[in-house]
Each structure stands twice: as structure tokens, then as C-alpha cells.
T-cell receptor
Framework: DAGVIQSPRHEVTEMGQEVTLRCKPI?????LFWYRQTMMRGLELLIY????????DSGMPEDRFSAKMPNASFSTLKIQPSEPRDSAVYFC????????????FGPGTRLTVT | AQKVTQAQTEISVVEKEDVTLDCVYE???????LFWYKQPPSGELVFLIR??????QNEISGRYSWNFQKSTSSFNFTITASQVVDSAVYFC??????????FGKGTKLSVKP
């Protein structure tokens, strides 16, 4: 299996621009998670989906952030408008059905907002 | 509330030394899962081990071993005969009934030749 795929790997944008991060989970995995990693706050869960349905988005920092999962093989995380404090590494992860299974992470997208 | 504490921010050892990374967790759930992940300098997060709350048996995998003690709410990770390639940030994580993972702040391990 190819593992979790994220694109782009690096994104540099100017404040105020819209940013879209993309994720393809491992085939057959029913859970998809979006995390953000910063030096100050560590790894934070933003939102997760089960069978394409958002289950918990309490970690989404503001209305500027939105996430969708239109089908089992694709998810997006959008920031509009972006701000410098959004600069971080964004990870997507997926896991099989059930809480006992480990999450497999993508390589991450390093976002820099200037 | 659920919480994971990795008190050691950074550890530096010389190759071939043994090193233990500490992890203490808090949860009110009776069923939960503990994980260790490795984040090498390349940035990806690599799954190392999962342990459920009903299984306190220690586990060994090559040079890696894990000691789970419910009595002290700890899930410590030991690397025996460390190698330079073990240099990474190691995260302990807790997964409770809500399904999400709660990560500790991580311990940065530097193994010097």
C-alpha cells in the first residue's frame, strides 16, 4: 500500500490567501484525522472523520478553517484567509474502523504564511 | 480530562548507551490505548507500538522495549544499545473513548557517535 498521501509537501503563501491541503488515506481505512504541529503547541487534533462524516471538529481553531471528505479516498483542509500564525506542519492520518487500531500518518504539509 | 506528560524535553546519549523515555498519562476511561510514535528528522510520524489498558505485559521488539504500569499510569520506552539512527523525537499518545489521539509534547533524543 502507498500509505497516506498528502499534497503539497510544502506551501508558501501570503497572508490573506486561500490555502488547500489535500489527503488521500490508506484504502480501507474508515477514519481520517487532520493534525497540526507547531513548536509551541505540539501535535493538535483539528478534526476527524468516520466513514466520510465529520465526527469531532472541536479542534478547528477558527471559522477560517474548514475540512471536507467528499469520498472515502480524499479529504481537504482549507484555510481562508490564511494568517502567519497558521504556519505549521499539517498531518493527515488514517486508521481502520475502531478505536484500537493505530493511526498511520502522511508525510505532512509544511505551510508557511508570510 | 485526558493528558499525556513527557517530562523529558531532550535527552542526549552516546551510542551504545541504554536510554529510557518516560511517559505518564491521565484518563478516567477504563478502556484506553497507549501508543509510541517516532518522528525522525525527515518529519514523518512512524508508529512503534500500541498497548491496550487491559494488557500490562511488557513488550520487547529488538532493541526496543516498553514497560506499562497501570499502578503508576506510566508507559515508558527503553532503547537498548542506542544507535545514531535512533535520533528522533519520540511521542507518547493516549487514545480514549472519544477516539482521538492525545499526544505528549515529545522527547527529543540525540544519539552521538
Amino acid at each position: 500500500d502507498a500509505g497516506v498521501i498528502q499534497s503539497p509537501r510544502h506551501e508558501v503563501t501570503e497572508m490573506g490567501q486561500e490555502v488547500t491541503l489535500r489527503c488521500k488515506p490508506i484504502s480501507g481505512h474508515d477514519y481520517l484525522f487532520w493534525y497540526r504541529q507547531t513548536m509551541m503547541r505540539g501535535l493538535e487534533l483539528l478534526i476527524y472523520f468516520n466513514n466520510n462524516v465529520p465526527i469531532d471538529d472541536s479542534g478547528m481553531p477558527e471559522d477560517r478553517f474548514s475540512a471536507k471528505m467528499p469520498n472515502a479516498s480524499f479529504s481537504t483542509l482549507k484555510i481562508q484567509p490564511s494568517e502567519p500564525r497558521d504556519s505549521a506542519v499539517y498531518f493527515c492520518a488514517s486508521s481502520q474502523e475502531g478505536f484500537l487500531y493505530e493511526q498511520y500518518f502522511g508525510p505532512g504539509t509544511r505551510l508557511t504564511v508570510t | 480530562a485526558q493528558k499525556v506528560t513527557q517530562a523529558q524535553t531532550e535527552i542526549s546519549v552516546v551510542e551504545k548507551e541504554d536510554v529510557t523515555l518516560d511517559c505518564v498519562y491521565e484518563t478516567r476511561d477504563t478502556t484506553y490505548y497507549l501508543f509510541w510514535y517516532k518522528q525522525p528528522p525527515s518529519g514523518e510520524l512512524v508508529f512503534l507500538i500500541r498497548r491496550n489498558s487491559f494488557d500490562e505485559q511488557n513488550e520487547i521488539s529488538g532493541r526496543y522495549s516498553w514497560n506499562f504500569q497501570k499502578s503508576t499510569s506510566s508507559f515508558n520506552f527503553t532503547i537498548t544499545a542506542s544507535q545514531v539512527v535512533d535520533s528522533a523525537v519520540y511521542f507518547c499518545a493516549l487514545r480514549g473513548s472519544q477516539g482521538n489521539l492525545i499526544f505528549g509534547k515529545g522527547t527529543k533524543l540525540s544519539v552521538k557517535p
